[in-house]
């Protein structure tokens, strides 16, 4: 069965520092990857997509994600963090059959130090 | 312009009572899905729901009934509220199931007393 895994909790960075949130997944075939970010008391806005081609994907806000299906990962980067970045990221994968289902993974909160 | 929109977006009520949530997408988009995020934030696809076809149905009590009275519509009808329905349920819309891009409502937050 599909699986996403983010394996840290919760991070802590101070604003200007750079970011990296870890996503493994478990998928046999090639898998439809997402970030997305949910910020307090707000729905889920979509930060980025993997379908396919270049395994280096630009999304909004400067965050960008890089797929290596070696290490079946889609970590999601930021060069300098901002303190509006402190929010809930969630990495999902697209299940199978075609139903779009997103299985999810446990989130990952973020916190910046000013 | 809302693209996804879910009303209300808080409702608090007591154990063994009847409540909907109402979703409404004004992308013309042909898929609708609910997703419940329990406390510790987990999401998990509920139902979902294509052309007013049911297409998904997750291992959810049948307490709770998703109606489509037409594509751009997705009510969730939970009856009989227990504690643990307590949760943020989330509608969500794509283009169709075999687009994987989905846009997600604001969440209705449930508090069951």
């Known amino acids: 069965a599909q699986s996403v895994t983010q394996p840290d909790i919760h991070i802590t960075v101070s604003e200007g520092a750079s970011l990296e949130l870890r996503c493994n997944y478990s998928?046999?075939?090639?898998?439809?990857l997402f970030w997305y970010v949910q910020s307090p008391g707000q729905g889920l806005q979509l930060l980025l997509k993997?379908?396919?081609?270049?395994?280096l994907v630009q999304g909004i806000k400067g965050f960008e994600a890089e797929f290596k299906r070696s290490q079946s990962s889609f970590n999601l980067r930021k060069p300098s963090v901002h303190w509006s970045d402190a929010a809930e990221y969630f990495c999902?994968?697209?299940?199978?059959?075609?139903?779009?289902?997103?299985?999810f993974g446990q989130g990952t909160t973020l916190q910046v130090k000013p | 312009d809302t693209a996804v929109s879910q009303t209300p977006k808080y409702l608090v009520t007591q154990m063994g009572n009847d409540k909907s949530i109402k979703c409404e997408q004004n992308?013309?988009?042909?898929?609708m899905y609910w997703y419940k995020q329990d406390s510790k934030k987990f999401l998990k696809i509920m139902f979902s729901?294509?052309?007013?076809?049911?297409?998904i149905n997750e291992t959810v009590p049948n307490r709770f009934s998703p109606k489509s009275p037409d594509k751009a519509h997705l009510n969730l009808h939970i009856n009989s509220l227990e504690l643990g329905d307590s949760a943020v349920y989330f509608c969500?819309?794509?283009?169709?199931?075999?687009?994987?891009?989905?846009?997600f409502g604001p969440g209705t937050r449930l508090t069951v007393l």
């Open positions: 969500a819309s794509s283009q169709d199931p075999s687009v994987k891009e989905q846009f």
């Open positions: 998928y046999g075939a090639t898998p439809y």
């Open positions: 993997y379908f396919s081609g270049d395994t």
């Open positions: 999902a994968v697209v299940g199978s059959g075609n139903t779009g289902k997103l299985i």
């Open positions: 992308l013309g988009h042909d898929t």
């Open positions: 729901y294509n052309n007013k076809e049911l297409i």
